[in-house]
């Protein structure tokens, strides 16, 4: 009498099942580990950047508290153009000679710069949103996937047997479980960041409208720390043909 052969130990760790998954299902897996992957990057780069941003801005905001008169804010501004603060007040500074210069114009420019700002520390934030909100949904599409081949093998082996669905089910719902290993950390990391661009953000508006009262108050101060536009040495256009003429 011949002696049925053991079953073969069913694999069921995390490495297992993700090699021996079927086509789409490792699809779906190496597209949660990229995204994953991404989240880190993106959560590292955006943190460098704010702390870079903040440490710019306040560097600037500490010697703004010195400042007097709108040519040496202008000056600061200059000196210090790569902060944020230092960027508005360029912008500030462009209207500074406008016919008719108000407190309230100068704030609607600074609002404007504002906005540019928030554009500007918001880089690759949709795309962090984007992955928090997503990933469950690819990895639930990974999941269903591997459920219906789950009882598309039950129906081959005609055998409900644990070695015939353990390896399917498991297969399934590991693709869930990376959905949240990819969205998890994406919506913790969007948070924390969109608050930081909100505190910086807050702290820029606030400051801007004690730049913008102070240039308002010296309209007539000289810009000249502005970089001008050299005018054009070129003769104005027909000038040699008339001189040919003459």
């Known amino acids: 009498m011949m002696l049925a052969a053991p079953a073969a130990d069913v694999q069921l760790n995390p490495v297992s099942l993700m090699l021996g998954s079927s086509g789409v299902v490792l699809v779906v897996l190496l597209l949660l580990i990229v ?44 000196k210090h153009r790569e ?9 500030l500074a462009k ?14 420019v600074a609002k404007r710069a504002l906005a540019t700002e928030q554009q500007r520390a918001s880089t690759l934030m949709p795309t962090l949103s984007s992955i928090a909100s997503a990933s469950p949904f690819i990895g639930l599409f990974g999941t269903v996937w591997g459920i219906m081949n789950a009882f598309i093998k039950i129906g081959v082996e005609k055998s409900a047997s644990l070695p ?3 390896p399917a089910i498991g297969e399934a719902l590991i693709a869930t479980a990376f959905g949240l290993v990819a969205a998890i950390p994406a919506t913790i990391g969007y948070n924390y960041v969109d608050k930081r661009i909100g505190d910086l953000m807050e702290e820029l508006a606030a400051s801007s409208e ?17 970089p001008l536009v050299k005018e ?3 003769p ?11």
């Open 236 to 246: 104005p256009a027909g000038a040699g043909v008339a001189h040919a003429r003459g």
């Open 35 to 78: 995204a994953a992957t991404g989240v880190w990057v993106i959560w590292l780069l955006k943190s460098m950047q704010l702390r870079r941003l903040r440490s710019a801005q306040h560097r600037f905001e500490r010697e703004a508290e010195r400042v007097v008169s709108a040519s040496e804010l202008i000056s600061l501004a200059l």
């Open 95 to 108: 209207r500074h000679h406008a016919p008719n210069l108000s407190g309230e114009l100068l704030i609607a």
């Open 164 to 166: 015939v669905v353990a």
């Open 210 to 226: 004690a730049w913008a009262e102070t240039l308002a108050a010296d309209p007539g101060g000289p810009t000249a720390a502005m």
């Open 83 to 91: 902060s944020p603060g230092g960027r508005v007040v360029m912008e």
């Open 232 to 234: 054009s040495t070129r």
